[in-house]
């Protein structure tokens, strides 16, 4: 069965510092892979998104990037967080093809910048 | 722009009632209509509705789509404290990967 990691579960940080949450899945090949951010009162808001190795979409301008070195594993970076990058952090994955539309998610990164 | 609008953003109800969550949207192309439970972390998977009027059940939960009223509910009977959660309706509209569009949830509270 596939299964979805997502660490750290909770971080707190300073202005100005790096970030790295690193996302993996098991039990599949050549997953799509998502990072969501949801805000209190905002829902979901997509934020990147890869179709595979090296590929990524953004969906919005921001402080963060993210990264895909390996086919499972997909990672959320910033070289300097801002206050307004806090949030809760949600990573998921689709199949390709049809069904895609269903999201499995990881268990979220609570980001409290300072 | 595709939009996804849930109401009631928050509810508060007794252990034993029964309630009703909305999810209305307006896409370009819908494909199917989703709902999820969030309760303290990660979304976990409910329903999947792509076709009009087939209610779709588990347990106590169910749903069905409108797609002429563009909307879709989702009922809770007999209401548990671990019913308690955010429900989040999402609509895709197909066109790859990130065809989803999501609602801002409504934050269900059972009180015992």
């Known amino acids: 069965s596939q299964t979805i990691h997502q660490w750290p579960a909770t971080l707190v940080q300073p202005v100005g510092s790096p970030l790295s949450l690193e996302c993996t899945v098991e039990g599949t090949s050549n997953p799509n892979l998502y990072w969501y951010r949801q805000a209190a009162g905002r829902g979901l808001q997509l934020l990147f998104y890869?179709?595979?190795?090296?590929?990524i979409s953004s969906e919005v301008p921001q402080n963060l990037s993210a990264s895909r070195p390996q086919d499972r594993q997909f990672i959320l970076s910033s070289k300097k967080l801002l206050l307004s990058d806090s949030g809760f952090y949600l990573c998921?994955?689709?199949?390709?093809?049809?069904?895609?539309?269903?999201?499995?998610f990881g268990s979220g990164t609570q980001l409290s910048v300072l | 722009e595709d939009k996804v609008v849930q109401s009631p953003l928050s509810l508060v109800v007794h252990e034993g009632d029964t309630v009703t969550l909305n999810c209305s949207y307006e896409v370009t192309n819908f494909r199917s209509l989703l709902w999820y439970k969030q309760e303290k972390k990660a979304p976990t998977f409910l329903f999947m509705l792509?076709?009009?009027?087939i209610e779709k059940k588990s347990g106590r939960l169910s749903s069905i789509l409108d797609k002429k009223e563009l909307s879709s509910i989702l009922n809770i009977t007999a209401t548990q404290t671990g019913d308690s959660a955010i429900y989040l309706c999402?609509?895709?509209?197909?066109?790859?990967?990130?065809?989803?569009?999501f609602g801002k949830g409504t934050h269900l509270i059972i009180q015992p």
């Open positions: 792509t076709s009009s009027g």
């Open positions: 998921a994955w689709t199949r390709v093809g049809q069904g895609n539309e269903k999201l499995f």
């Open positions: 999402a609509v895709y509209s197909g066109g790859g990967a990130d065809g989803l569009t």
């Open positions: 890869s179709v595979g190795i090296g590929q």
